[in-house]
């Protein structure tokens, strides 16, 4: 995210466009890390459906996903925690830079 008062240079990001990946990136926007099932029920996606998109944020560099023992349970599963990366809070900053054109008017600038 850009200092506050600096402006952003508008980068349309077709990986980001994507209703649901946007969506995924926007709620992370202003958290250091959300934890898979706190993504899925605020969006309301299935667990595949999120699962396919956070794969493709993380194969292009914009999320990080980690995988860590659930203290509060006794079963082998674990938590999955998607963190924005500095290239994907930057790349979202953009994106939302180039949508705010679009939406003034200047589709051919961003």
């Given at each position: ?15 980001i ?28 996606l ?28 006794t079963?082998s ?11 994907g809070?930057?790349a ?17 600038s961003?």
């Amino acid at each position: 995210m850009a200092p506050q008062g600096m402006k952003v240079a508008p980068v349309f990001n077709p990986v980001i466009h994507s209703p649901v990946r946007l969506r995924v990136c926007a709620l992370m926007r202003k958290m250091p890390e959300l934890e898979f099932s706190v993504i899925r029920d605020t969006l309301e996606l299935t667990d595949a459906h999120l699962s396919k998109n956070l794969r493709v944020l993380s194969e292009v560099g914009l999320v990080t996903v980690r995988k860590e023992r659930s203290p509060s349970r006794t079963d082998s599963r674990r938590l999955t925690w998607v963190a924005l990366t500095d290239e994907g809070r930057s790349a979202l900053e953009a994106h939302l830079a180039a949508l705010a054109e679009i939406a003034e008017g200047n589709p051919g600038s961003a």
